[in-house]
């Protein structure tokens, strides 16, 4: 099957790359053998960023490959060596495209003007080193934090054309034919019926006033509703400044009038919604062909009775042409002057809050279905620190439990109830973490030391008070030989033993 040219509407998945773990190490250097946890930090995953390119005009790289990642960061390293940060993956889109979540249809980012982008899929943030972890209670952390995964979702690019002026009218009312005409732009063009199947775009210049002009294919009785391709191109004029409407005045189907296909695209345009305040124009088109001439001069009084300007022209021989496009720079420039001036672009930074107002954490008692209750724990913190947490680590599990002490949640199951050996699951989605509930009030008087202290730390190594006391010993021994009694802590070579 043959790929578009021109797409305007695409689906694909996108995924930030996952964060680096951190890095669990000991500096070792000679004598020192016990310098110090130096464990780095796990560098930043990638994320995926989505930016206006003025230079496309099309959607059509995302239809041929529909998934996109970004790398993960880099696990830390020994001798406090961070993580490398993934790369971004930046994603090149026309200017007017519109960004949504695909499941839940949810606007991301409308992204307008040259430059502008919007991260659709954030990176995960890496995992802590053991160095980033030591405290003054806690010297030597034998753990470090895991990455966390990078954003995953599905999003829907949605193109918007930009023009400032859109034709709207039947198939083959002439609507390629005009734009032909008025501007360099060499859409496709035939001398049977047939509708355009992607919109065109021509830009024209009427005196001092450049403006650009764009047609709305398949439009048609219940386009509004889905009814041929103009469910799909109606969304291209919601950003233009006017509406033109072009009649064709020759048309030999049964049925059809300018005034009648005129209320019929109105009434589309309305049930499509937002498009009340554009100024519109009518044009009556091919009054080359003698009937249509006359037809168009038999309806032009009603139709400027409707309040709007009306213009009789003809494609082919260029007739009324240029009355026409100086009435559109005409209502172009009145727009764009009642427009408010575009703020300067200022780059302003939002960090969102590190704790939201509410509760940190949730707790709720819930049936597992088999007669039993399990305490579900839903929190971001608490759900965060469950992906950090490598689970094969016993103090690492153990530096978790403290977390979860510290913000309340043995404090809180406590209250609502909960006894030692009931079921806690904390996680996010249908795979959360369950563990029995232990809690640390009751068996704190069995925990000899914090959790990442290492004794070793403390006081003389074992080494350096076997050589003390060896030194001691030989003191105390020649001291004897000699006769001569001394305090071990002096030097044995007094007098005229320290000039020999």
Known sequence: MAIPSFVDRATLRVQGGNGGHGCTSVHREKFKPLGGPD??????????????????????????????????????????????????????????????????????ADLVGEGAEAVIAAGGRGGLGNAALATSARKAPGFALLGEDGEQR???????????????????????????????????????????????????????????????????????????????????????????????????????????????????????????????????????????????????????????????????????????????????????????????????????????????????????????????????KPERWVKQTDFANPEAVGYLADRFTRLGIEDRLLELGAREGDAVAIGAGDDPVVFDFAPQVSSGAEILARRGDDERLHGQRASVRRRRELDAEYHAAKAAAEGLPRDPKQSWRVGGDDTE
């Open 39 to 108: 464990g780095g930090n796990g560098g930043h995953g990638g994320s995926v960023i989505v930016r206006v390119d003025p230079g496309l005009t099309t959607l059509v790289d995302y239809h041929r490959q529909s998934q996109r990642r970004a790398t993960n960061g880099q696990p830390g390293e020994g001798d406090h060596k961070a993580g490398a940060n993934g790369a971004d993956v930046v994603l090149n889109v026309p200017d007017g495209t519109v960004i949504a979540d695909a499941d839940t249809g949810q606007i991301i």
């Open 154 to 380: 599905a999003v829907t690019f949605e193109l918007k054309v930009l023009a400032d002026v859109g034709l709207v009218g039947f198939p083959s009312a002439g609507k390629s034919s005009l734009i032909a005409a008025i501007s360099r732009a060499r859409p496709k063009i035939a001398d049977y019926p047939f509708t355009t199947l992607v919109p065109n775009l021509g830009v024209v210049v009427a005196g001092e006033t450049t403006y650009t002009v764009a047609d709305v294919p398949g439009l048609i009785e219940g386009a509004s509703e889905g009814r041929g391709l103009g469910h799909e191109f109606l969304r291209h004029i919601e950003r233009c400044l006017a509406i033109a409407h072009i009649i064709d005045c020759a048309t030999y189907e049964p049925g059809r009038d300018p005034l009648t296909d005129l209320d019929v695209i109105e009434g589309e345009l309305a049930a499509y919604g937002g498009l009340e305040d554009r100024p519109r124009l009518v044009v009556l088109n091919k009054i080359d062909i003698p009937d249509a001439r006359e037809l168009a001069d038999l309806v032009a009084p009603d139709l400027a009775a409707r309040g709007w300007p009306v213009f009789a022209v003809s494609t082919k021989t260029g007739e009324g042409l240029p009355a026409l496009t100086y009435a559109m720079a005409d209502l172009v420039r009145e727009r764009r002057a009642a427009a408010p001036e575009p703020a300067a672009p200022r780059v302003v930074i939002r960090p969102e809050p590190v704790a939201s107002s509410g509760p940190a954490f949730t707790v709720k008692q819930m049936g597992d279905g088999e007669g039993g209750f399990v305490w579900r724990v839903r929190g971001e």
